[in-house]
């Protein structure tokens, strides 16, 4: 059974960072494609930031434009963990993020690819 668990939203003020985690059971990260979804109040979910492997030593990150520069994508294989480093936030990041992998390797901002999903974290951007 395949379990994806979101940590580490909260509540920050605007220019603040957090830091989310993703631990993954019943998959190994490394062979799948990892990304952040996120969804705020009445729009749709919509792709933050991908991450899997280009090489057995490189992976390949991609990000949303809206975040590109401000939010880093990274996994640690040993712990089987998927993180979302977020900087400079700004209200609009506030939305319940979510974590999921697919075994695909195209397409990667294209939620309906995915497989796997987590129950989500809800991050709010507010002073």
């Known amino acids: 059974q395949v379990q994806l668990v979101e940590s580490g939203g909260g509540l920050v003020q605007p220019g603040g960072s957090l830091r989310l985690s993703c631990v993954a059971s019943?998959?190994?990260?490394?062979?799948?494609?990892m990304g952040w979804f996120r969804q705020a109040p009445g729009k749709e979910r919509e792709f933050v930031a991908s991450?899997?492997?280009?090489?057995?030593?490189?992976?390949?990150?991609t990000y949303a434009d809206s975040v590109k520069g401000r939010f880093t994508i990274s996994r640690d294989r040993a712990k089987n963990m998927v993180f979302l480093q977020m900087n400079s936030l700004k209200p609009e990041d506030t939305a319940v993020y979510y974590c999921?992998?697919?075994?695909?390797?195209?397409?990667?901002?294209?939620?309906?690819?995915?497989?796997?999903w987590g129950q989500g974290t809800q991050v709010t951007i507010s002073s």
């Open positions: 999921a992998a697919k075994a695909g390797i195209s397409e990667d901002r294209l939620a309906d690819l995915y497989n796997y």
């Open positions: 019943g998959i190994i990260v490394s062979s799948y494609t």
């Open positions: 991450i899997r492997s280009l090489t057995a030593y490189a992976d390949l990150t």
